[in-house]
């Protein structure tokens, strides 16, 4: 089953903040976030294991809620670069194999 | 950072034809490699799961017989579109890891157009 992503797109000023989350009915091994941008690949930012982890490298953290099933991506004082559409990846089964999200579409103005 | 790289980057052909597709870990050994297929403005739908010398785990819903997926080597993995019809038009993208616990990291994709 597919997790669910919130918001479903948001638009933000440069250097504004947001937060992206997502949420998944089954338990979690891990969660991945990725970065889309349009007619591109997706690219990996980061992974999160279970144990209540918490992320981050340069302005974009991420924790990951294990008892919750829940994970949050935080994006701080965004820069134009940060638009595209980003996904999160939940693992949850025996196969070891990524549901994606929706995906949440961040705009980022200048 | 671990590359993979996949090619062709966009095919345009005419119905009925059959197309393949590489996916390649350019600087690591892929144990398991994913292709996806996404529509636009849509999330990544998972097709099947490869792992090497073994045979692919599809979806539901997912034809066996008309995405045939080999996965020969740690580093080569392929899917062939049979008998291609304009509704198989759409972005494919493979991914590729070494390990259940790190990432996947995907290719470029390949834009299908069936005409």
């Known amino acids: 089953q597919q997790p669910v992503q919130s918001p479903q797109a948001v638009i933000l000023r440069e250097g504004e903040d947001a937060v992206i989350n997502c949420s998944s009915s089954?338990?979690?091994?891990?969660v991945h976030w990725y970065r889309q941008k349009h007619g591109e690949a997706p690219v990996f930012l980061m992974i999160l294991l279970k144990g209540g982890e918490q992320k981050g490298h340069d302005k974009i953290s991420a924790s990951f809620n294990e008892k919750k099933q829940q994970s949050s991506l935080y994006l701080t004082a965004s820069q134009l670069s940060y638009s595209g559409t980003y996904f999160c990846g939940t693992d949850s089964g025996s196969a070891r194999q990524l549901t994606f999200g929706s995906g949440t579409q961040l705009t980022v103005l200048p | 950072g671990a590359v993979v790289s996949q090619h062709p980057s966009w095919v345009i052909c005419k119905s009925g034809t059959s197309v393949k597709i590489e996916c390649r870990s350019l600087d690591f050994q892929a144990t398991t490699m994913f292709w996806y297929r996404q529509f636009p403005k849509q999330s990544l739908m998972l097709m099947a799961t490869?792992?090497?010398?073994?045979?692919?785990?599809?979806e539901q819903g997912v034809e066996k017989d008309k995405f045939l997926i080999n996965h020969a080597s740690l580093t080569l993995s392929t899917l062939t579109v049979t008998s291609a019809h304009p509704e198989d038009s759409s972005f494919y993208i493979c991914?590729?890891?070494?390990?259940?616990?790190?990432?996947?990291?995907f290719g470029d994709g390949t834009r299908l157009s069936i005409l």
């Open positions: 490869s792992n090497e010398g073994s045979k692919a785990t599809y």
């Open positions: 991914s590729a890891r070494w390990d259940s616990n790190q990432p996947q990291h």
């Open positions: 089954k338990a979690l091994y891990s």
